[in-house]
C-alpha cells in the first residue's frame, strides 16, 4: 500500500449549541487503505465525516484532495469530486426498483435513463464485487443487508474512489459482514480508499490497515494496524484500561422464573411480529437473543412487560399467570425492564432526575401510601447515590431529564431499573450509547444480579456482548425462534444462518 494522502482534513472544527462536536481534529487517508474511524457513541466521528461528505460546513480548518484545497458544499460536490458516504440509516426508496434507487438524483444522468444499460451496469459491478442485489427488484421485498449493497453499489456506479462506511456492520448477520468485508478488500486491492467508522473493536482490527481515534470529539491518535491490540485500543478510546471480559459464574441456573408460552404479537402495523413463539428463563440465568434488529424483539420485550397486548399466549411468573396489559402487576413482582426507546418509554422529560428515579417506586420507604408523608430528602439523597454510582453525569438531581445526554438517560434507567434488586430483568440493547466504562459497569452490574438469582431476557444487536453475559443463546428471526446454542462464538456461522432464516435443524 502506497503511503501517498488522497485526503487530508486538518484541524477541523465544528460546534453544535452547546456541544463542540469536533474540536482541532486531523486525519488523513492513504491510496487503498481502510482506516477507521473509532470512537464511542458522540465521540464526533459521524460529525466529521459529514464535514467531508458536505452534509456540514465547518467552522475551521481545511480539506485538501490530492494536496489541493477544496470546499465541500454538498453531498453532490462530494461525488464529484470521488467521495461517496453511505449513511448509518440508509436513503433508499422502497416503492422503486434497485436501479432507479442508484441513479436517483444523479444530475448527469439526462432527462432519459437507459434502464437497461443501468441494470446491466449494477449487475456488473455487483457482480464482480460480490455484492449481488437483482437490479429490478423493488427495495421493499430486500433484506436490510441487500439494502446496504445498493448504497454501496450507488457509490460505485458514481465512480466514487473513497467510500465512507457509518457503522456499517450494525445491521448485519455475521455472513454478510464478511461478505461486506471482502468487497471492502477487493475495492482497496484496485486502488480505492475506505473510511471505516465503527465502535466495535474486533471488526477495527480485523478489516483496517490504520486505526485513529477520537474521544470527546477530540484527536487521540492515529496508529498502524500491525502496532495495537484491543487492549490498547480501548485505552485510548476510554483513557483507561478496562475490564470487558468476566468470568461468568458456572452455577447451575435455579427453577423457572419466567415462562412464554404460545406468544403471539402485533406490531404498530397490525402486523404480527411475534408468532407462537414459546421461551423459559431459570433463576440465575441470562438468555441473550440474538437476530437482526426489526424481527420482533421490542414487541416480544413489550409484551411481556405488559406494554403490549399479546394476540394469544400466556406469560408466566414463578407460575403465576399474568394479566396482558398489567405493567403495575409486574413491578409489584419485581419485574425490571431496560426499554430500547428511553425517551418514550422508561422517562418523562419534564420530570426531574429525581422524580424520574422513583417513578415506578410507589409506596417504598421513601413513598408511603399517604402522599403528606414523602421523605424528599432521603429521596434525594438516594438519587445522588445512584448518579454517583452510574455516574449519570447532570450538574444536578434537580435537572429535568430531558436536558441528558442520550447515554446519560440511559444510566438513569439502568439505576432505576437495578437498584430495587428484581427478580426478571427484560433489557433492551442495556449498553447502546455507554462509554466502554459504562459498558463495564453494566456487564458487571447484570452479572451480579445473575449471581443473585435474577432471571435475565438480553435483547442485544451486538454478538460479542450476549457470549459474553448469556448463558444460552436463542435466536429470533421473523417473529420465531429459529433454535438456540450456547454462548461460544464458534457457533457465530451457525448463528448467522438462523438470523438469516435457517431453522436450525436445517443447517448442516
Known amino acids: 500500500m502506497a503511503d501517498l494522502s488522497v485526503l487530508e482534513m486538518r484541524n477541523i472544527t465544528k460546534a453544535f449549541p452547546g456541544i463542540l462536536a469536533n474540536d482541532n481534529i486531523s486525519f488523513d487517508l492513504r491510496k487503498g487503505e481502510v482506516h477507521a474511524l473509532l470512537g464511542e457513541n458522540g465521540a464526533g466521528k459521524t460529525t466529521l465525516m459529514n464535514i467531508l461528505f458536505g452534509i456540514y460546513k465547518p467552522d475551521g480548518g481545511e480539506i485538501l484532495i490530492e494536496g489541493d484545497r477544496v470546499s465541500i458544499s454538498s453531498p453532490h460536490n462530494a461525488l464529484k469530486r470521488g467521495i461517496g458516504m453511505v449513511q448509518q440509516h440508509f436513503t433508499v426508496v422502497p416503492s422503486f426498483t434497485v436501479a432507479e434507487n442508484v441513479v436517483l438524483g444523479l444530475k448527469d444522468m439526462g432527462f432519459f435513463v437507459n434502464t437497461k444499460s443501468v441494470e446491466s451496469s449494477i449487475k456488473n459491478l455487483g457482480e464482480s464485487y460480490g455484492l449481488p442485489v437483482n437490479p429490478k427488484a423493488r427495495v421493499w421485498t430486500l433484506s436490510v443487508g441487500e439494502k446496504q449493497r445498493i448504497e454501496i453499489l450507488k457509490l460505485l456506479y458514481t465512480g466514487a474512489k473513497v467510500i465512507i462506511l457509518d457503522e456499517p456492520t450494525a445491521v448485519l448477520t455475521p455472513q454478510e459482514t464478511e461478505v461486506l468485508f471482502r468487497a471492502i478488500r477487493k475495492l482497496v486491492s484496485e486502488g480505492s480508499s475506505v473510511i471505516f467508522i465503527s465502535h466495535k473493536l474486533d471488526e477495527v482490527l480485523q478489516i483496517s490497515d490504520r486505526v485513529t481515534v477520537l474521544r470527546g470529539g477530540r484527536f487521540v491518535g492515529t496508529e498502524e494496524r500491525s502496532s495495537i491490540d484491543r487492549r490498547s485500543l480501548v485505552r485510548m478510546m476510554v483513557g483507561r484500561d478496562v ?117 415506578k417506586n410507589a409506596h417504598t420507604k421513601y413513598i408511603p401510601q399517604s402522599p403528606f408523608n414523602v421523605d424528599f430528602r432521603a429521596m434525594q439523597k438516594a438519587t445522588e447515590r445512584l448518579v454517583s454510582e452510574y455516574s449519570i453525569s447532570t450538574p444536578s438531581t434537580k435537572t429535568q431529564a430531558r436536558f441528558l445526554s442520550g447515554g446519560n438517560l440511559q444510566k438513569l434507567v439502568l439505576a432505576r431499573e437495578l437498584s430495587t434488586k428484581p427478580t426478571v430483568i427484560i433489557a433492551e440493547h442495556p449498553t447502546r450509547g455507554l462509554d466502554v466504562g459504562a459498558m463495564e459497569f453494566v456487564y458487571k452490574s447484570l452479572l451480579a444480579h445473575k449471581d443473585r438469582g435474577a432471571a435475565i431476557l438480553l435483547l442485544a444487536g451486538e454478538l460479542y456482548e450476549i457470549f459474553r453475559l448469556s448463558d444460552r443463546v436463542a435466536v429470533m428471526y421473523e417473529g420465531q425462534i429459529m433454535g438456540y446454542t450456547p454462548p461460544d462464538p464458534k457457533y457465530t456461522e451457525e448463528i448467522g444462518f438462523m438470523m438469516a432464516g435457517s431453522k436450525q435443524e436445517e443447517i448442516a
Open 243 to 359: 475490564l470487558l471480559d468476566f468470568e461468568k459464574s458456572t452455577k447451575e441456573p435455579g427453577t423457572t422464573v419466567l415462562e412464554v408460552e404460545d406468544l403471539t404479537v402485533k406490531n404498530d402495523k397490525n402486523l404480527e411480529a411475534v408468532k407462537s413463539l414459546s421461551l423459559n428463563i431459570r433463576s440465575g440465568e441470562i438468555l441473550g437473543i440474538a437476530g437482526v434488529a426489526g424481527n420482533g424483539q421490542r414487541e416480544l420485550a413489550e409484551a411481556i412487560y405488559g406494554l403490549r397486548k399479546p394476540v394469544h399466549g400466556t406469560i408466566r411468573l414463578n407460575s403465576k399467570t399474568l394479566r396482558h396489559t398489567d405493567v403495575a402487576q409486574r413491578i409489584r413482582a419485581g419485574v425490571a425492564f431496560v426499554p430500547q426507546d428511553r425517551r418514550a418509554l422508561a422517562t418523562c422529560p419534564s420530570l426531574s432526575i429525581t422524580e424520574n428515579m422513583f417513578m
